[in-house]
């Protein structure tokens, strides 16, 4: 590798860091993906924006009859049966409303700044976003299963993203707390 200034740059842009003068520490920076908030971080974000299509797509379908589902009408699949059942309402409000608005709550608490925030309260409340979540998956399958005897793919679709969101989350409370316990290090 040349010496020099011409070769040092070159070198940054390939990602390996400037020679260290003999007795100096050598400088620690973060990569890319690090200063994104690491692999959960875009992860979640990935999978709230997912989730926000698929709400905002059911959403809309619910509230507009000239939108059709894509999915199949007959048999145990059939979306337009769950869809308007009256397990599709909770406290009055429909289903896929309540989805488009948690995905749009936990889009926020995904992105890489939430998880690089050092407040402990973005973790406790990614965290609950997370719990109630999978909680309302629970009711919702139940629903499906026992009650309605019918599935619908796009819902099973957004239970599967809120199931990951979940996993992703409990599993992350390190990286979550990761910020916090650093501020509280550094205090004392």
């Not at 599709?88 to 989805?99: E, H, K, Q, R």
Request: proline share 6%; with cysteine; glycine share 10%.
């Amino acid at each position: 590798m040349p010496h020099g200034p011409a070769g040092e740059g070159r070198a940054r842009r390939r990602g390996v860091p400037p020679p260290t003068p003999a007795g100096a520490e050598p400088q620690v920076r973060p990569d890319r993906l690090a200063r994104l908030g690491g692999w959960r971080a875009l992860t979640t974000t990935f999978v709230s924006l997912a989730g926000l299509g698929m709400g905002a797509y059911l959403t809309a379908a619910h509230y507009d009859t000239g939108i059709s589902l894509v999915c199949p009408n007959t048999g145990v699949i059939n979306c337009e049966a769950v869809t308007t059942s009256p397990e599709s309402y909770v406290f009055g409000i429909p289903v896929a409303l309540l989805g488009l608005v948690y995905f749009v709550g936990m889009l926020a608490l995904s992105l890489p700044w939430a998880w690089r925030s050092s407040r402990l309260e973005v973790a406790y409340a990614r965290l609950a976003g997370g719990i109630v979540g999978i909680g309302f998956v629970f009711y919702l399958v139940y629903a499906e299963l026992f009650e309605i005897q019918k599935i619908c793919i796009l819902c099973t679709t957004v239970h599967v993203l809120t199931f990951a969101m979940f996993v992703l989350v409990v599993t992350g409370w390190d990286d979550a707390t990761a910020a916090w316990r650093a501020r509280l290090a550094a205090q004392d």
